[in-house]
């Protein structure tokens, strides 16, 4: 089986300033100081090509902060203007498509939680309709290749054609030294069904943890996905959300100038 979506290559729609293409930012913004000022250290690095911040965060059990809101947005807006980052949140509904396009985000993200809903996909994907934006759809919370497959034909259809799928592992019952389980060989499959669908990783999400984000980044460049996407908070121990696996943009910039990239074929 290969997959047949229509999509431009990663090339037409983003451009790396540096290897390997790395979007960083917080879990979650929090203040306009914590936003902008991460922005800037983020873009200070030369490592990092777009900025993450979720403002809507779906949280697996109520109780937990589920992010600022649509204020957020103004300050995205103030980050880009004042960095030139260009800016991705995550979108879980018709009113968040429709309020980030507004507010010019460049790149919108499906979350985990979403992908395993097809009627959640669905109405993400009929308010892009007609619309050309970058998407970018995790793979949905357990290990179930054609919920994945099928958010991205849903939005696929909708008409995107900037498309990539973002590799954040799978939950497990077991327990394990990750926060979601790599699962390597669904992101293989999922390569070589689609070979001209980007895939970047998101270790922060497989690790949970910090410290196992270098090895996770590192295996994703080996295995040739196209680029990595990593939470970095300016103060990670006062995060509001994910503290544990969140970097210093200092401690991005070292993690990444440490990798090893593949070598081009000859
Ligand atoms: C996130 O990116 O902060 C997030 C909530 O990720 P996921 O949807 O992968 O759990
Ligand atoms: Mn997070």
Request: aromatic share 4%; charged share 20%.
């Amino acid at each position: 089986m290969k997959l047949n979506l229509d999509i431009q290559p990663l090339s037409s729609w983003i451009t790396p300033v540096n290897q390997p293409l790395l979007i960083a930012g917080p879990c979650s913004a929090e203040t306009e100081d914590q936003l902008v000022a991460t922005a800037h250290l983020l873009k200070a690095t030369g490592k990092v090509t777009a900025l993450r911040a979720g403002i809507w965060k779906p949280r697996t059990r109520p109780g937990e902060f589920e992010g600022i809101g649509s204020i957020g947005l103004e300050w995205l807006k103030r980050a880009k203007a004042e960095t030139g980052l260009p800016t991705a949140v995550e979108v879980a509904t018709a009113k968040h498509v429709e309020e980030a396009l507004a507010a010019g985000v460049d790149i919108l993200w499906v979350g985990a939680r979403s992908t395993a809903n097809p009627f959640t996909v669905q109405e993400i994907a009929d308010a892009l309709k007609g619309v050309d934006i970058p998407v970018m759809v995790k793979n949905p919370v357990n290990p179930d290749i054609s919920l994945w497959i099928g958010a991205l034909e849903r939005i696929n259809n909708a008409g995107v054609k900037k498309l990539a799928a973002i590799h954040r592992g799978f939950s497990s019952y077991e327990k394990s030294a990750f926060r979601n389980e790599p699962m390597w060989d669904i992101a293989i499959h999922m390569k070589t069904l689609a070979p001209h669908l980007p895939i970047i990783c998101d270790p922060s999400h497989i690790s949970g943890n910090r410290d196992l984000i270098p090895y996770i980044s590192q295996k994703a460049l080996d295995l040739d996905m196209q680029g990595l996407m990593i939470e970095s908070h300016i103060d990670p121990s006062v995060a509001w959300t994910d503290a544990k696996q969140q970097v210093t943009p200092a401690a991005l910039a070292t993690l990444v100038s440490n990798l090893t990239l593949r070598k081009p074929e000859t």
